[in-house]
């Protein structure tokens, strides 16, 4: 079974930029987050998908961050205009369908993102 | 909100045993463990729920106390491999919610 993949897996852009970040989530999944992690600091959750609705989008900084996952398949998160402060490793995790107790997600290798 | 892990290093000898502690200051659902290397995607460990319930690796164990909001992991005989950043995600009472909020990580470096 494949697992969560990422694309790309390194990008550097400069200040003022467009990044999109592509995630594939395992076949079936129906959750889909978004996390992120900055330097030496915790992964931070950004949002989440059940197929292609937006369950809970508490965690995106600011609306330059655009999520989107059309046809509740892969998903890409939009970084418009890019700022210094978003870089880090973007990192994208899938669930199967909420079974009512906790859910194992797993985690695709990270988007590391370095913004000049 | 975020849970606190300690401690945020740890060093040991080929052979020798870890704990990990990870508390948080509201009711828990759930806390999952997860072990990173260095660019590298999160590795699930284990899941401790509400109710005693786990889930996961039969050679990492793991406790949550529920009163106390607690949970820490026991790494026994550490390998080479265990070397890694180890997260706590905790999950909260809140229907539908799911995400993980993480506590900050710790680094754990095994020496042979």
């Known amino acids: 079974e494949a697992g969560v993949t990422q694309f790309p897996s390194h990008s550097v852009i400069e200040k003022g930029q467009t990044v999109t970040l592509r995630c594939d989530p395992i076949?079936?999944?129906?959750?889909l987050y978004w996390y992120r992690r900055v330097m030496g600091k915790e992964i931070k959750f950004l949002l989440h998908?059940?197929?292609?609705?937006?369950?809970?989008e508490s965690g995106m900084p600011n609306n330059r961050f655009l999520a989107e996952r059309t046809g509740g398949t892969y998903s890409t998160l939009k970084v418009q205009p890019a700022e210094l402060e978003d870089s880090g490793v973007y990192f994208c995790a899938s669930s199967p369908r909420w079974s009512g107790r906790g859910n194992e997600q797993f985690f695709g290798p990270g988007t590391r993102l370095t913004v000049l | 909100q975020q849970p606190v892990q300690s401690p945020q290093a740890v060093i040991l000898r080929e052979g020798e045993d870890a704990v990990i502690n990870c508390s948080s200051s509201k009711a828990l659902y759930s806390v999952h463990w997860y072990r990173q290397k260095h660019g590298e995607a999160p590795v699930f460990l284990m899941i401790l729920l509400k109710g005693g319930e786990q889930k996961g690796h039969e050679k990492i164990s793991a406790s949550f106390n529920e009163k106390k909001q607690q949970s820490s992991l026991y790494l026994t005989a550490s390998q080479l491999s265990y070397s890694g950043t180890y997260f706590c995600g905790t999950e909260y009472p809140v229907v539908g919610a799911q995400k993980l909020v993480f506590g900050q990580g710790t680094r754990l470096t095994i020496n042979p």
């Open positions: 076949s079936g999944h129906d959750n």
């Open positions: 998908f059940v197929k292609e609705s937006k369950q809970d």
